[in-house]
């Protein structure tokens, strides 16, 4: 494999990062230094925002199906839970409800609770505390029933189905509250109480351990988020009641979260892609400052951390896209303004990349691609990091990771640029699609072809049209519709974590060459070799399928082009030309083809969240199919 200068800008990255240890410093500290060089507008943001907050009202626990909707609860996944029995589902719901409640508490108290520190004002003390006594009775954190998410599912004969997501954002909450609190603001017997809460949640976790009790801990799982938050909440609620009174219940922590940040890829990969890493690695940075700042630096000082931000530097594309394989709640970055910069792209993450290790690349992102940090605790406290005048180092333009299995690649930072990503496939991968030999291409800033991308979970269409393979730029074998069932697109495809491994024989300045072999990917299939050539200025795609001589099958490509605009298809010679806007497709194939478009929804070109419940997006897709049965096809596309 020749990738130009690749390795070594990484590389570079890396030691660079590695060799840099800074202390880590309270948030107190950094959100008093901020004061002092973040200009007035800057510090009104984050005041504007926490009144916002503070309007809102408490939010308070119910214990009843029927007031799911009061004091800011709600059903997270209402559709999946109004198939559930009714005797289970009240049980999920207000499960489902805590990790609402405690996720967004551990975004909003520690804002109120900084708006209190920098400008004194009475009323967000008073709104920091009347929350942390509601919280009070939140005894556990997380409340059983978050397992029963299927019908016909039950709880275990003891009632447990153990600590989960909740437990982490919620003890996190209290802990970053604590910590932003001027001293003597809380009162002694409210903290008492809430390190009550804490040692009860210590107790609950470590048993969840020793029993084996989630799924996760069964199946020896460190990579997914649910190991991760509740290891989260282990290790800070002993820092804050006191490490050396839980020190068999820190060190249990300490190795589950070493196991966690040791399972991922050497490069920086995370096995589940960036919208699953930015939750998970965010927990990972609260937990590793936290360690740090009581002197334990084990976790902040991991390769891991030091590595991902290469990696996630890569995913920003031209045009204020990102990379959205695997399950990435939507493509587009949102822009504060036209012309400027994106708001969306993890900013949050970002700068809490750059204020827990100082990481260069996170410091040219925030200057150099995003609109900044965002206006809340973490984000003012990056302000006073960043004002320090440390590097903000470029990352490499192109990479091939091995354990991603991804080869992505773009021919500058302007956000009018060229930039193109192939996908393979891991048999580590999680949260993943039947994505593998997705090729993805935007010209100019301007997308070409595209992926349907990840609707939310609960979408009535979420497994046909986009958690199947017909949402992406790939094979599919047979002529069954994408539209005939709700749980597959293609029957030949067997499960999710098929190896399809990418050879690169070149990557450099100008473009790349590189080869996805999918045979693996479908029973009955001899092989599948994806060729793919680009530069700047054009894409080449070759696909060699071959099948067994007695199973010939109809033979199927899509390719998701960036356009609602029906494209003019003609015939000239052996040649089809697909022509729109934005490019021109030229098939050539060694057996009869067929050439059509539908329109298919997506999650890629417009603007969406988790929350996004917005009528689909249309977007036409290219549907490339031999006349009749074939053993042997070659198809080459190219794009220009």
């Given at each position: 494999m020749h990738v130009e200068g690749n390795a070594t800008g990484i590389e570079s990255a890396r030691r660079r990062s590695i060799d840099t240890v800074m202390p880590a410093l309270g948030w107190g500290k950094l959100l008093d230094r901020s004061l002092r060089v973040s200009p007035a507008a800057v510090v009104e943001g984050v005041l504007g925002a926490a009144r916002d907050a503070a309007g809102k009202g408490l939010i308070r626990r119910v214990y009843r199906l029927g007031d799911i909707g009061k004091h800011r609860t709600k059903d997270s996944l209402p559709e999946m839970s109004g198939l559930l029995e009714d005797e289970i589902r009240q049980t999920f719901v207000l499960a489902m409800s805590d990790w609402g409640a405690c996720g967004g508490l551990a975004e909003e108290l520690p804002l109120l609770a900084t708006a209190f520190r920098i400008s004194g004002d009475a009323a967000f003390g008073r709104r920091v505390l009347d929350q942390l006594e509601e919280m009070t009775s939140w005894s556990p954190l997380q409340r059983p029933g978050w397992t029963l998410y299927l019908p016909g599912s039950?709880?275990?004969?003891?009632?447990?189905?153990?600590?989960?997501?909740?437990?982490?954002?919620?003890?996190?909450?209290?802990?970053?509250?604590?910590?932003?609190?001027?001293?003597?603001?809380?009162?002694?017997?409210?903290?008492?109480?809430?390190?009550?809460?804490?040692?009860?949640?210590?107790?609950?976790?470590?048993?969840?351990?020793?029993?084996?009790?989630?799924?996760?801990?069964?199946?020896?799982?460190?990579?997914?988020?649910?190991?991760?938050?509740?290891?989260?909440?282990?290790?800070?609620?002993?820092?804050?009641?006191?490490?050396?009174?839980?020190?068999?219940?820190?060190?249990?922590?300490?190795?589950?979260?070493?196991?966690?940040?040791?399972?991922?890829?050497?490069?920086?990969?995370?096995?589940?892609?960036?919208?699953?890493?930015?939750?998970?690695?965010?927990?990972?940075?609260?937990?590793?400052?936290?360690?740090?700042?009581?002197?334990?630096?084990?976790?902040?000082?991991?390769?891991?951390?030091?590595?991902?931000?290469?990696?996630?530097?890569?995913?920003?594309?031209?045009?204020?896209?990102?990379?959205?394989?695997?399950?990435?709640?939507?493509?587009?970055?949102?822009?504060?303004?036209?012309?400027?910069?994106?708001?969306?792209?993890?900013?949050?993450?970002?700068?809490?990349?750059?204020?827990?290790?100082?990481?260069?690349?996170?410091?040219?992102?925030?200057?150099?691609?995003?609109?900044?940090?965002?206006?809340?605790?973490?984000?003012?406290?990056?302000?006073?990091?960043?004002?320090?005048?440390?590097?903000?180092?470029?990352?490499?333009?192109?990479?091939?990771?091995?354990?991603?299995?991804?080869?992505?690649?773009?021919?500058?930072?302007?956000?009018?640029?060229?930039?193109?990503?192939?996908?393979?496939?891991?048999?580590?991968?999680?949260?993943?699609?039947?994505?593998?030999?997705?090729?993805?291409?935007i010209r100019r800033g301007r997308p070409i072809l595209i992926e349907a991308g990840t609707a939310y979970y609960d979408h009535p269409r979420f497994a046909p049209l986009f958690g199947a393979g017909c949402g992406h730029n790939v094979l599919q074998l047979g002529t069954v519709s994408p539209f005939a069932a709700k749980t597959d697109c293609e029957p030949g495809w067997q499960k999710l974590r098929t190896v399809a491994p990418i050879a690169t024989h070149r990557l450099d300045a100008a473009g790349g060459h590189a080869t996805v072999d999918g045979s693996k990917c479908y029973d009955g299939l001899e092989s599948w070799q994806r060729e793919v050539w680009w530069s700047a200025r054009e894409l080449n795609v070759i696909d060699r399928v071959s099948l067994p001589p007695d199973r010939p099958e109809i033979v199927l490509f899509r390719w998701h082009l960036g356009t609602s605009e029906p494209p003019g298809i003609e015939r000239a010679g052996d040649e089809t030309i697909v022509r729109w806007p934005g490019a021109i497709i030229t098939l050539r194939a060694s057996v009869p083809v067929r050439v059509e478009t539908e329109m298919y929804p997506d999650f890629t070109l417009t603007y969406c969240d988790w929350e996004d419940r917005s009528p689909d997006h249309l977007h036409v897709c290219l549907i490339v199919r031999t006349a009749e049965v074939a053993g042997a096809v070659e198809i080459g596309t190219k794009v220009v």
């Open positions: 039950r709880l275990p004969p003891d009632g447990k189905d153990g600590t989960w997501l909740a437990t982490g954002t919620g003890i996190r909450a209290i802990a970053d509250t604590l910590e932003i609190m001027p001293a003597g603001s809380v009162p002694a017997e409210l903290v008492a109480r809430l390190h009550g809460l804490l040692e009860r949640e210590i107790a609950d976790i470590v048993d969840d351990w020793r029993a084996r009790r989630s799924w996760f801990i069964q199946a020896d799982n460190p990579i997914t988020n649910q190991w991760v938050l509740p290891t989260e909440g282990l290790i800070r609620a002993c820092l804050v009641t006191g490490a050396g009174r839980h020190a068999d219940a820190y060190e249990l922590g300490v190795a589950n979260l070493l196991r966690a940040l040791g399972a991922h890829g050497a490069a920086g990969e995370f096995e589940e892609g960036m919208s699953y890493a930015g939750f998970t690695v965010t927990s990972m940075l609260h937990t590793a400052r936290a360690m740090a700042l009581a002197g334990d630096r084990r976790a902040l000082d991991h390769p891991f951390l030091r590595r991902f931000p290469v990696w996630a530097a890569h995913h920003f594309q031209p045009g204020h896209f990102m990379i959205n394989c695997f399950d990435h709640f939507g493509s587009l970055m949102p822009l504060k303004s036209p012309g400027g910069r994106p708001t969306g792209g993890f900013a949050a993450l970002w700068s809490l990349l750059a204020t827990c290790t100082h990481d260069a690349v996170a410091r040219w992102v925030l200057r150099e691609v995003l609109d900044g940090p965002p206006a809340d605790a973490v984000g003012l406290a990056c302000r006073a990091v960043l004002s320090d005048g440390g590097e903000a180092q470029q990352p490499p333009l192109f990479a091939a990771y091995e354990r991603a299995t991804r080869v992505n690649w773009r021919d500058s930072w302007a956000d009018d640029a060229t930039g193109v990503w192939v996908r393979g496939g891991h048999a580590t991968d999680q949260h993943d699609h039947p994505d593998r030999g997705h090729v993805n291409l």
